[in-house]
């Protein structure tokens, strides 16, 4: 597979590749990303220098949380969004860059369809 823009539209290209893979090949995908989530980022996308630099900074506890739930939610193909924000000009040096990964569950029953669940993960980049 080729490398892919950092970008919701990249992420969303990659996943559109990665959820037409057979199961086995996918089950593998997936357990790439919870074993190496830096590695399987830095594999997949185009990254800056300054974007690896900042991916090697980020905590292992931060890295191990983002890889269990990324690997869960590629393995059952379900949606996964990247929110990057926007700065107006240079980025000043008092801005805290912050990454924010954030699992929504909604539960849903109708007497119709019974019982549904959705789920959805984000990866939100903000400065502060």
């Known amino acids: ?3 892919h823009e950092f970008s919701p539209e990249g992420l969303s290209e990659l996943l559109r590749q990665l959820y037409q893979l057979p199961d086995p090949q996918l089950r593998q995908e997936a357990a790439a990303v919870s074993a190496d989530f ?6 997949n996308f185009n ?4 974007q ?3 991916l090697d900074a980020l905590s ?5 949380m983002a890889a269990v739930k990324s690997g869960y939610f590629i393995q059952n193909r379900l ?9 107006a000009g240079a980025r000043s040096e008092t801005q805290d860059k912050v990454v924010v990964v ?3 569950t909604k539960g849903k029953y109708s007497e119709k369809e019974g019982f549904n669940e959705e789920q959805a ?5 903000e400065y502060q």
């Not at 949606?79 to 700065?87: C, D, E, F, N, R």
């Open 1 to 3: 597979m080729d490398k």
């Open 38 to 43: 830096r590695g399987w980022l830095k594999s």
């Open 47 to 50: 990254l800056a220098e300054s």
């Open 52 to 54: 690896i630099i900042f």
């Open 60 to 64: 292992n506890e931060f890295i191990a």
């Open 79 to 87: 949606p996964i969004v990247l929110i990057k924000a926007t700065t």
């Open 102 to 104: 954030h699992q929504d």
């Open 121 to 125: 993960l984000s990866f939100t980049i």
